[in-house]
Nanobody
Framework: QVQLVESGGGSVQAGGSLRLSCAAS????????MGWFRQAPGKEREWVAA????????YYADSVKGRFTISRDNAKNTLYLQMNSLKPEDTAIYYC?????????????????WGQGTQVTVSS
C-alpha cells in the first residue's frame, strides 16, 4: 500500500526552526529516493531536498543548503526535514515524495508517490 503522511508544519518567526516528518508505508519507504518539495502560493512546486536509499546520500537545493537537513529513521520508515534559520521565503506547503529518481533527484517526474502536504508559515 502506498502511503505518505506529513506532519510537523506550523507557524514560526523568521530565524526559528521546525521539523517535518513523513511517515511512509514499508513499500513506499523502499523507493530509491525520498524527498521534499514545496509550493508557495502562485508558484511552481520546487524541489527542496532528497535522500537516497537508507539515507546514505543526501541532496539539497541551493536555497536551503546549510539550513535544512534531510534524514531518515529506517526503523520507523520515516523521513524528516529539519529546518533551521527559517526565512519568510520558506513559507509554502511542503510535500513528501518517493520514487525511482529516473529523471534526476530534483525532477518532479522522478517521484511517483506524494503526500498531502503540510503548511509552513514563516513570519518576519
Amino acid at each position: 500500500q502506498v502511503q505518505l503522511v506529513e506532519s510537523g508544519g506550523g507557524s514560526v518567526q523568521a530565524g526559528g526552526s521546525l521539523r517535518l516528518s513523513c511517515a511512509a508505508s514499508k513499500y513506499t519507504y523502499s523507493s530509491v529516493y525520498m524527498g521534499w518539495f514545496r509550493q508557495a502560493p502562485g508558484k511552481e512546486r520546487e524541489w527542496v531536498a532528497a535522500s537516497r536509499t537508507a539515507g546514505l546520500l543526501t541532496y539539497y537545493a541551493d536555497s536551503v543548503k546549510g539550513r535544512f537537513t534531510i534524514s531518515r529513521d529506517n526503523a520507523k520508515n520515516t523521513l524528516y526535514l529539519q529546518m533551521n534559520s527559517l526565512k519568510p521565503e520558506d513559507t509554502a506547503i511542503y510535500y513528501c515524495a518517493a520514487g525511482s529518481g529516473s529523471y534526476g533527484v530534483g525532477n518532479r517526474r522522478s517521484y511517483n508517490y506524494w503526500g498531502q502536504g503540510t503548511q509552513v508559515t514563516v513570519s518576519s
